[in-house]
């Protein structure tokens, strides 16, 4: 019996309709044997015939099987099934999902995103788990399984409000994959992103949230560039602009040596958060004197434990961007952060390497002169003795 539970999906392409008839009455013959095999091979070699999958379902009913055996046959149901079988037979499947534990309410999930395009009480269910419910993988399957649902989809103004209004959720993984969803242009075109004023004082204000109660980097990176997305669409103000570099300011507020390494990941997370927030927002938002003066109190405020190696390609980056806008007043500003008393060493590596790799390796350049700075550390020094052309 097992055996011909893995091949059902075969059987059920394959099988002429006398050999299907054949096949399935032998099955109904040995429910009783081998309830779990049997039936989830019913299931499967049901396919789309809504009236075999009842009929499968008034056998359940009146067999009553153990927990495990009508699991399995959920599953069955809701990963090989067509979705169109899912739908018809929604109300029977609900029932079968009604307990409250949270292995039933997973399930449940899965069946109630497949609904939730075109059904508003589906939609009604999800956003109570991620509002209210305290399953955090009931909540982020919800989110998750609609957006395997709706693959290839696109979206329209109705479900952007309805995951908009998901936002709020304190589930940080449930917000990430709405934040995904909402961000990904195949999902929403720019036209219907742009149609919904309220989104982007929600997206801020969950950012917000994730910042103060130190939820993942992975989070708050999503919100991020879905920010940015919408930034292409329609152009932030200032004042939100400000706004949201303040909160990746303070992720790098300078914090004691004995902070844990959650907290350190962050931090360098956040470097990397400064570096798409403001290429690809503020530097095209604003003026760049003003960028500049932003920035440069960030890297000020940066301690030597704070730019590691990889912070400092992040830092590269970022500066490099900047160089490409306006060559000449970045590297100006770059040399006034480099001779600031206490700047971190690492900020000063990362100007030089940017300094070379933007203004060139000549004797006498601007790179060349950093050297010549009275708290050049011996860490330039050297980099810039190996690169610089003799």
């Given at each position: ?26 099955l ?9 095999a ?13 009236g075999?999958?009842r ?9 009553k ?27 029977e ?16 999930a ?43 989809i ?39 992103l ?58 790098l ?14 931090q ?123």
């Amino acid at each position: 019996m097992p055996e011909v539970s893995a091949i059902a999906e075969s059987l059920a392409l394959g099988a002429t309709a006398e050999q299907r008839l054949r096949i399935a009455a032998r099955l109904r013959a040995a429910r009783n044997v081998s309830p779990r095999a049997g039936f989830c091979a019913e299931i499967i070699l049901a396919a789309d015939r809504v009236g075999e999958h009842r009929e499968i379902l008034q056998a359940v009913d009146q067999a009553k099987p153990q927990r495990q055996i009508l699991d399995s046959m959920l599953d069955a149901w809701l990963y090989r099934t067509p979705p169109r079988i899912r739908k018809e037979i929604a109300p029977e499947l609900r029932q079968l999902l009604a307990a409250p534990d949270a292995e039933t309410r997973q399930r449940r999930a899965r069946l109630e995103a497949v609904l939730a395009l075109d059904d508003a009480s589906s939609r009604d269910w999800i956003t109570d788990q991620v509002l209210h419910g305290q399953s955090t993988q009931v909540a982020s399957t919800a989110i998750t399984s609609f957006g395997r649902a709706v693959d290839g989809i696109e979206l329209d103004d109705t479900v952007l409000t309805w995951l908009i209004g998901l936002m709020p959720g304190k589930h940080t993984e449930a917000t990430r994959a709405v934040a995904a969803l909402i961000g990904d242009k195949h999902r929403f075109s720019d036209a219907t992103l742009g149609s919904i004023t309220q989104l982007v004082p929600v997206v801020i204000a969950r950012l917000s949230s994730a910042v103060d109660e130190d939820e993942s980097s992975l989070t708050i990176r999503a919100l991020l560039e879905l920010i940015a997305r919408v930034n292409r669409v329609s152009p932030l103000p200032a004042n939100m602009i400000d706004e949201i570099f303040e909160l990746i300011r303070r992720r790098l507020e300078s914090a004691p040596l004995g902070i844990s390494q959650v907290k350190r990941n962050d931090q360098f997370a956040a470097i990397t958060d400064l570096k798409i927030f403001v290429g690809q927002v503020m530097a095209g938002r604003m003026p760049i004197v003003e960028v500049f003066r932003r920035v440069g109190e960030v890297l000020l405020a940066l301690a030597d434990r704070q730019v590691q190696n990889n912070v400092r390609d992040t830092l590269v980056t970022l500066l490099k961007g900047l160089g490409h806008d306006d060559l000449p007043g970045t590297c100006t500003w770059m040399r006034e952060i480099f001779a600031t008393p206490g700047v971190a060493v690492g900020v000063q590596l990362a100007i030089a390497e940017t300094m070379v790799d933007l203004d060139g390796a000549e004797p006498g350049g601007r790179a060349a002169a950093l050297e010549s700075e009275a708290n050049c550390p011996v860490e330039v020094t050297t980099y810039l003795q190996r690169h610089i052309v003799k």
